[in-house]
């Protein structure tokens, strides 16, 4: 039997394609190497217990270098906390004293400038808007007065011209 070729469709509608699916919170190579991790350190557990009951003498010495050893730890911490405690102090009194007062001083000065513009507004802005409405009114009233006299004198008969000024002489001279 002859293979025959599957059609080939070249009018496809493509699909809107799909929002990619999100990622989940924890991967699986994270989790991979959480748990590659958790198993080298319950097999280092289990052969230090291993030396631990094998060699109890260099146990006891081990075990007294790290409780010499969490000991000086926790004497850094207790300074590390002391000396944020104090930075902490000095922050506080800094946003009383030094921030709060520039604050109040911004704020007063934007008041300032509120009632500033109010004023302007009141005793320049106003009146010289009510002084340019007026004048543009007088101009367009004068102007339909013009409109008004214009058309009053078109509808009057034309007063005839003296000849001089009208035509000019022959040959077009003076």
């Known amino acids: 039997m002859p293979d025959v070729p599957a059609p080939v469709h070249e009018d496809k509608q493509t699909e809107p394609s799909a ?4 990622k989940p919170l924890i991967q699986r190579k994270h989790v991979f190497a ?3 991790v958790l198993l080298i350190a319950l097999a280092a557990l289990v052969f230090l217990v291993i030396l631990a009951v094998n060699y109890p003498l ?3 010495t081990v075990r007294d270098i790290a409780i010499v050893a969490l000991a000086a730890e926790s004497g850094l911490i207790g300074v ?3 000396v944020l405690i104090t930075q902490v102090a000095r922050l506080a009194n ?3 004293y030094e921030i709060k007062p520039i604050i109040q001083n911004t704020a007063d000065t934007v008041s300032t ?3 500033t513009a109010a004023f302007m507004s009141e005793h320049m802005v106003s009146p010289v808007i ?3 409405s007026y ?3 007088i101009l367009r009233l004068a102007g339909a007065v013009g409109s008004l006299i214009s058309i009053g004198s078109a509808r009057s008969p034309a007063k005839p011209r003296a000849d001089s000024e009208s035509q000019p002489s022959e040959g077009g001279r003076q």
């Not at 929002?19 to 999100?22: E, R, S, Y």
């Open 34 to 36: 959480a748990s590659f």
């Open 58 to 60: 260099h146990t006891e």
């Open 94 to 96: 800094m946003l009383e």
């Open 130 to 132: 009510k002084a340019s």
């Open 19 to 22: 929002p990619a699916p999100a």
């Open 80 to 82: 590390a906390l002391i």
């Open 135 to 137: 004048t543009r009114g």
């Open 113 to 115: 400038v509120r009632g």
